[in-house]
C-alpha cells in the first residue's frame, strides 16, 4: 500500500541551502512530487519527477530520487524568507494513479 | 492562470446541517480529487475521479459523505448531516494522469 514520510519540521538560515527529506513505500509510483503550502492557501505545484530518473533540477530547486530506497528529497539553493512554507511530497502510483501525500515538512527560514 | 475554482471559501454551519461543496475544475482536465486537511490527520484524500467516473471513495464516511461530478465542470462534496469532527478544509485538486495537479484554495468548513 502506499504510505509516504517526511521528517515534521526543518530550521534553515536565510541564505542557506535547505534538504526535505521524503520515503515513500509504493515501487509502482510512477511520478513524484514536491508541493508547497503557505499560510491559509492551496497547494502550490513546485516541480515533479519521473519514477526513471534520478535528478531534476529546476532554478533554485533540485529533486533527487533513490528508486532502490524509495528516498525522494527537495534541496532549496539560497533559501529565502519567502520559503518559509510546509512542503509536501506526493506519490502518484501506476493503479488508478492515485495521489497519496506525506504529513508535510515546515520550514522556517531565519534572518 | 487557469484555477480550479471552489465554494464557499468558508463555511460555519450547526451539527447535523447538510453542508454541499463546490469544485470547478480546470476546463479540459480530467481527474479531479477531493482531499481533506486537519492538523491531525494531515492530507487526507477522500474521493478522486476520472473522465467524471469515480474511482476510489474509500476515505470518505460512507454513511454522510458523497461526492459526485454531475458534469465535467462541476464536483460536489456533501456532507449530510455534518458533525463537529467534519471540521477541516476540504480541498479539490484537477489536472491529468502523471502531470501534476493543481489545487483549489479550499473550504474552510467549521461545523459547532
Known amino acids: 500500500g502506499e504510505d509516504v514520510e517526511q521528517s515534521l519540521f526543518l530550521s534553515v538560515r536565510e541564505g542557506d541551502s535547505s534538504v526535505i527529506n521524503c520515503t515513500y513505500t509504493d515501487s509502482s509510483s510512477t511520478y513524484l512530487y514536491w508541493y508547497k503550502q503557505e499560510p491559509g492557501a492551496g497547494l502550490q505545484l513546485l516541480t515533479y519527477?519521473?519514477?526513471?530518473?534520478d535528478m531534476k533540477q529546476d532554478q533554485r530547486l533540485t529533486v533527487l530520487l533513490n528508486k532502490k530506497d524509495k528516498h525522494l528529497s527537495l534541496r532549496i539553493a539560497d533559501t529565502q524568507t519567502g520559503d518559509s512554507a510546509i512542503y509536501f511530497c506526493?506519490?502518484?502510483?501506476?493503479?488508478?494513479?492515485?495521489?497519496?501525500f506525506g504529513g508535510g515538512t515546515r520550514v522556517l527560514v531565519k534572518p | 492562470d487557469a484555477r480550479v475554482t471552489q465554494t464557499p471559501r468558508h463555511k460555519v454551519t450547526e451539527m447535523g446541517q447538510e453542508v454541499t461543496m463546490r469544485c470547478q475544475p480546470i476546463?479540459?482536465?480530467?481527474?479531479v480529487f477531493w482531499y481533506r486537511q486537519t492538523m491531525m490527520q494531515g492530507l487526507e484524500l477522500l474521493a478522486y475521479f476520472r473522465n467524471r467516473a469515480p474511482l476510489d471513495d474509500s476515505g470518505m464516511p460512507k454513511d454522510r459523505f458523497s461526492a459526485e461530478m454531475p458534469d465535467a465542470t462541476l464536483a460536489t462534496l456533501k456532507i449530510q448531516p455534518s458533525e463537529p469532527r467534519d471540521s477541516a478544509v476540504y480541498f479539490c485538486?484537477?489536472?491529468?494522469?502523471?502531470?501534476?495537479?493543481?489545487f483549489g484554495s479550499g473550504t474552510r468548513l467549521t461545523v459547532v
Open positions: 506526493a506519490e502518484e502510483v501506476a493503479a488508478g494513479n492515485k495521489l497519496t
Open positions: 519527477i519521473f519514477s526513471n530518473m
Open positions: 476546463l479540459g482536465h480530467n481527474t
Open positions: 485538486a484537477s489536472g491529468f494522469i502523471n502531470h501534476g495537479y493543481t
